[in-house]
């Protein structure tokens, strides 16, 4: 597998070369040197750090440095992919040429331009620009997206809604991911944004860390600003258990999951491990349920619904907290139709998409049947947020980080 990768690259560099050669002809001698080199050595750096990822030990590089050096390595070679799509465009045509030309030449008839079939210097000018526009746009992606946070509002209208819930504001995070954050400042604008908003109660629908507790750790004091009136409810998503880690012992990983659970109570957050809260004003109730992660197909099953559910049977609206959106269709609505809204996130939107007013694309929706935004199944209800942080890529393009106002109000 590494050595398939590894020569793919070559192959890539090899077609990508050709036409560095091309337009750098004009160049002084220096400069062509300079910059073949600098191009040779990046495929190197490339081959150098698959090779390690896949063949020093667990710890060599934590888990972050690695997927840093996999999204830098897959945002290069994909871009170079374009410009290779478009030198073929050439060669295809010299295969064309060359084939016509040996048709021409048995029948004793000459080329009468007598060229030679060559590379054209605008193809292979605009093969660098296939190259440049995908690898400027994930640079766009990584130094204005990561934290260019969106608030998004909704209005949810539920006809068993209690008079004295109507018009109570509820503000979502989901999947910080604290431990892929590179810029403090920007947490702090998108928690700025979130509390100048002044909800009623907040919600956090999971994946505060990627796999280690004390990735949050420097932003505990951000954090622990989230507060609210009727309280800040938290959840657990699949991140937050530490699956996707190598541990040295079991116990390893299950301090791990206790000291994250301690640091959404040291943050004053509610969190909800298969457990519901009731929520009273004026007499009036509501609950808030909250599961650990439940996903439908690969993804952990944790939560247990029927354990979190118990108690609330007879409160007139039930909201939950629930990380994935799968557990909606597989769960949710075949089995607890009292359940008037769920929260979840999970999906990030794929971190990539295009989204112009009511139109919305996205990988994401390949996926998930609901993967963003507002969805709705008779009288039930489920909101996807797209997450605040992010995974993998260092930041976004076409679907921004997220932080969502949901307003209840009685039909």
């Known amino acids: 597998m590494i050595i398939g990768f590894s020569v793919l690259f070559i192959i890539i560099d090899l077609y990508i070369y050709q036409t560095i050669k091309?337009?750098?002809q004009g160049l002084s001698s220096p400069w062509r040197k300079g910059l073949i080199i600098g191009f040779w050595t990046l495929t190197a750096i490339s081959i150098v750090s698959v090779?390690?990822?896949?063949?020093?030990s667990a710890d060599?590089?934590?888990r972050d440095v690695k997927r840093m050096l996999v999204a830098g390595i897959v945002m290069l070679y994909f871009s170079k992919v374009f410009g290779v799509l478009t030198l073929l465009i050439d060669d295809i045509y010299k295969a064309g040429q060359w084939v016509i030309n040996q048709f021409v030449a048995q029948n004793n008839i000459e080329n009468p331009s007598g060229n030679e079939i060559t590379r054209?210097?605008?193809l292979s000018k605009t093969s660098l620009i296939a190259v440049a526009v995908p690898l400027t746009t994930f640079g766009i992606g990584i130094a204005s997206g990561a934290h260019n946070y969106r608030l998004r509002r909704k209005t949810i209208h539920l006809s068993n809604l209690p008079s004295s819930f109507d018009g109570v504001r509820i503000g979502q995070l989901s999947d910080i991911h604290s431990g892929s954050f590179f810029s403090r400042t920007g947490v702090k604008k998108g928690i700025d944004l979130l509390l100048g908003e002044k909800p009623d109660m907040v919600f956090f629908t999971g994946d505060l860390v990627n796999d280690v507790a004390g990735e949050v750790a420097e932003y505990k004091d951000l954090f622990s600003k989230v507060k609210a009136p009727l309280g800040v409810f938290s959840t657990l998503g699949n991140h937050d258990y530490g699956d996707?880690?190598?541990?040295n012992n079991i116990?390893?990983?299950k301090k791990n999951l206790a000291d994250l659970i301690q640091i959404h109570k040291e943050l004053g957050w509610d969190i909800l491990l298969n457990e519901n809260r009731t929520l009273k004003i004026n007499g009036d109730e509501m609950a808030i349920i909250g599961i650990e992660n439940w996903g439908a197909g690969r993804f952990s099953k944790y939560g247990d619904l029927e354990k979190a559910y118990l108690g609330t049977e007879d409160k007139p609206v039930k909201l939950l907290l629930s990380h994935d959106p799968s557990h909606w269709d597989a769960q949710v609505r075949t089995q607890?139709?009292?359940?008037?809204v769920m929260f979840a996130g999970h999906t990030h939107g794929f971190q990539f998409g295009v989204e112009i007013g009511n139109f919305k694309w996205s990988p994401s929706q390949y996926i998930y049947k609901q993967w963003a935004d507002l969805y709705q199944e008779n009288n039930q209800y489920l909101y996807v947020n797209r997450g605040f942080g992010f995974l993998g890529y260092p930041g976004r393009i076409g679907i921004m980080p997220e932080i969502t106002?949901?307003?209840l109000k009685q039909a």
């Open 251 to 253: 116990n390893a990983k």
């Open 51 to 56: 090779l390690l990822i896949n063949t020093m």
């Open 60 to 62: 060599f590089f934590s």
């Open 244 to 247: 996707y880690k190598s541990w």
């Open 336 to 340: 607890y139709k009292d359940i008037d």
């Open 120 to 122: 054209s210097e605008f």
């Open 405 to 407: 106002i949901i307003e």
């Open 22 to 24: 091309v337009t750098i």
